[in-house]
């Protein structure tokens, strides 16, 4: 029976000592800022940025969401972007993805100041973290790494998986692996025998996106096992992309979802915005 890496529980704890840091800065006048950017009226988006301004404020991160409509044009977010750049009460500015049809993301994250970037998203930070040189991580990647640190999972000299490569989770997180010292092997959708790679991993990270897709027979015995997916099933309950029920006999360790990753990315952003407001703020 595996252990369960309660994520609910650590990003509580995480979160304690953020705001511990926060109270630190308010001694000293500073209030860390957090700008979110929110186009269209995507219902999931929605509750994720009200998610994340109810968490900032438990804190003591001042937040504020500055939406548009689905037709706004490139050229006023790029505006609004600018201005937050300038904008010293700002910390971290975060654009809530994915975007309406239409709209170029990367033309928008990129246009972030990299020192603003919370989510890790700007091409320079991606490029500091697959050279190496540090910069800022994104969330979800983070959160991953803390459980697995957190949970006590030896990581160097390990056989790690990640299944997915996107660049919001699967990339990273392998990059992540890499530089902690495991030897990484990274699926997607054209992998061939997706099975007999995830039977050899010691870490199996699953960020498919696709519900149930790992089975308790395609898990090493003993496996750490960090379910990335969320999705929501015709009942409207939300499930992994690890089957729970036949996953955890198997499994040495294991996150739930939802309770596991999720609340992770969360913690991670505020962590984040406050690494940035003492690094700008000295
Ligand atoms: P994404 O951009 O759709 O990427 C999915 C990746 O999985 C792609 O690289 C794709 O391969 C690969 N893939 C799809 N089907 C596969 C299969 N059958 N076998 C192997 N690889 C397969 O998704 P994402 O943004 O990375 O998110 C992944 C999941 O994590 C989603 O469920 C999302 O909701 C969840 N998520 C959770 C959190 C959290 O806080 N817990 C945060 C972010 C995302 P190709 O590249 O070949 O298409």
Not at 71 to 93: R, V
Not at 212 to 240: F, Q, S, Y
């Amino acid at each position: 029976m595996a252990r369960l890496i309660d994520g609910k529980a650590v990003a509580a704890e995480l979160r304690e000592g953020l705001k511990a840091r926060c109270a630190g800065l308010a001694a000293r006048g500073i209030t860390p800022g957090l700008a979110v950017i929110l186009v269209g009226d995507d219902l999931a988006s929605r509750i994720y940025v009200r998610n994340k301004e109810r968490a900032c404020a438990s804190v003591g991160i001042h937040t504020r969401t500055f939406r548009f409509p689905a037709e706004t044009e490139m050229g006023a977010l790029k505006a609004q972007i600018d201005a937050l750049n300038a904008d010293d009460s700002f910390d971290g500015i975060l654009l809530q993805l994915p975007l309406p049809q239409g709209l170029c993301a990367d033309e928008l994250l990129e246009r972030i100041a990299p020192e603003k970037d919370v989510d890790g998203f700007h091409p320079l930070n991606f490029g500091k973290l697959a050279l190496g040189l540090g910069g800022k991580t994104p969330c979800t990647p983070a959160g991953c790494m803390e459980l697995l640190r957190r949970a006590g999972v030896e990581i160097a000299g390990k056989e790690a998986v990640v299944i997915g490569r996107s660049r919001l989770v699967g990339k990273p997180t392998a990059l992540l692996l890499q530089a902690a010292d495991a030897t990484v092997t990274l699926c997607h959708s054209h992998t061939r025998d997706l099975a007999a790679h995830t039977r050899r991993a010691d870490i199996l990270i699953a960020a498919a996106g696709k519900a149930g897709l790992v089975t308790g027979e395609m898990i090493k015995p003993g496996a750490a096992v960090i379910d990335v997916g969320i999705n929501r099933m015709p009942d409207g309950t939300l499930c992994g992309d690890v089957e729970f029920s036949s996953a955890e006999p198997v499994a040495g360790a294991i996150t739930p979802v939802p309770g596991g990753v999720g609340p992770m990315t969360i913690a991670m952003l505020l962590k984040a915005t406050i690494d940035a407001a003492e690094e700008r703020r000295g």
